[in-house]
């Protein structure tokens, strides 16, 4: 294994440090800027533990040997880039870059540490072709404090903030798609059993939050609440399953409940309650639901296009041969409650009567 030595480079990520001329010797801890004084760049790095600790300057760092780190070094080729970011912005262009790279490498390597192994190394380098954008565009500012106010080009220096304000929001509008592309793509990577655990350990904190505030007024360790709104709060959140037909999540919870009921002197909510029907509810949402899943979509032709019941989707959609002028469209949103699909590439709602009957008043057909 390659013995990597403590530089300057790599410090801000090192944790453990070993003496380079006594390889059997323990690790000692190593903190990176552990002991700050006042003033821009007073700060001193610490080697040891405890009382043992003592200060080490940079020019010793060559007599010891890196043990641990906190992260890879993801950034280290770019250190000079860091550098030159800030040349001509700020007196002390080394600690401020060493502080950017620092943060940017701590927050790419949480980043990483998000997202599959198999998506990592296109992200790393697009995180670091984004950053080496953004340094580049920076070097090109400058600080009339650094440079001297005589011959200072403001005009092509404010150009220069305007390119480097583009190029940050750029990288980090880039950034924040790229993460929602790997959430979407780590939630499509999932089984149905997943996602619906997933769903449940939610369901059952917010039941367990909930009994235990109705228990506690009921006891009275809490007073000040209605105790009906929380009953009926929580009927409500399980009722939305059960009308999603979700009836896995709507059995569990009903046993949480009665759980809850059984460790308590006043049950939590009573047998008599309808919390306790939701499950044949939701047993009769799914199976309406797989029913109309299964059949075959309807079209209904008229003057300049056609209607379709997609009951696979559960939408009515209207679909024109050309696309109708600006005012009827207003008015198939605004009166009919008609929205634009780009991904159906129609005008649709959810497949009900209402949506039926709205259809043939707004086409005029009377055999929808």
């Known amino acids: 294994m390659e013995t990597i030595m403590l530089t300057k480079k790599n410090a801000h990520r090192v944790t453990m440090v070993r003496r380079k001329d006594d390889p059997q010797s323990t690790p000692v801890p190593f903190r990176w800027r552990g002991e700050l004084r006042f003033g821009i760049g007073n700060f001193d790095h610490l080697i040891g533990e405890g009382d043992q600790s003592r200060i080490i300057k940079p020019h010793e760092f060559e007599g010891w040997e890196v043990v641990e780190t906190s992260h890879p070094g993801y950034l280290e080729d770019l250190w000079d880039a860091a550098y030159h970011a800030h040349y001509w912005s700020s007196q002390n262009p080394d600690i401020v870059g060493e502080d ?11 980043d990483l540490q998000t997202m599959p192994e198999e ?14 954008g953004v340094w580049a565009s920076e070097s090109r500012v400058a600080s009339a404090f650094v440079t001297g106010r005589s011959g200072f080009n403001y005009q092509r220096n404010e150009k220069a903030e305007n390119a480097y304000r ?4 750029a990288f980090r509008g880039w950034r924040e798609r790229a993460l929602k592309a790997v959430e979407k793509y780590k939630e499509s990577q999932k089984t149905d059993e997943q996602r619906t655990e997933e769903l449940w350990q939610k369901v059952e904190a917010d039941i367990d939050s909930t009994a235990t505030t109705i228990h506690n007024l009921d006891t009275g ?19 939305t399953y059960a009308k999603n037909g979700n009836v896995e999540i709507v059995e569990r919870a009903v046993a949480r409940i009665r759980e809850w009921n059984a460790k308590c002197q006043k049950p939590i909510i009573t047998e008599r309650h309808s919390l306790f029907k939701l499950p044949d509810v939701a047993r009769r949402v799914r199976q309406k639901t797989e029913e109309t899943v299964s059949r075959e979509n309807k079209e209904i032709a008229f003057e300049g296009g056609k209607v379709v019941f997609n009951y696979a989707e559960d939408r009515l959609q209207i679909l024109f041969d050309e696309v109708p002028d600006k005012e009827f469209r207003e008015r198939m949103h605004r009166e009919f409650r008609f929205n634009w699909s780009r991904r159906n590439m129609a005008w649709q709602r959810q ?12 086409l005029k057909l009377e055999n929808l």
Do not use: M, P
Not at 166 to 169: P, S, T, W
Not at 221 to 239: P, Q, T
Not at 351 to 362: I, S, W
């Open 166 to 169: 583009n190029k940050c929001e």
């Open 119 to 132: 998506q990592r190394e296109q992200y790393l380098s697009n995180y670091k072709s984004h950053l080496s």
């Open 351 to 362: 497949l009900t009567d209402n949506a039926v009957r709205a259809a043939r008043r707004l």
């Open 100 to 110: 950017e790279l620092t943060q940017y490498e701590r927050e790419l390597h949480a």
């Open 221 to 239: 360790k809490e007073r000040g609440y209605s105790r009906a709104l929380f009953v009926s709060n929580l009927f409500g959140r399980i009722s």
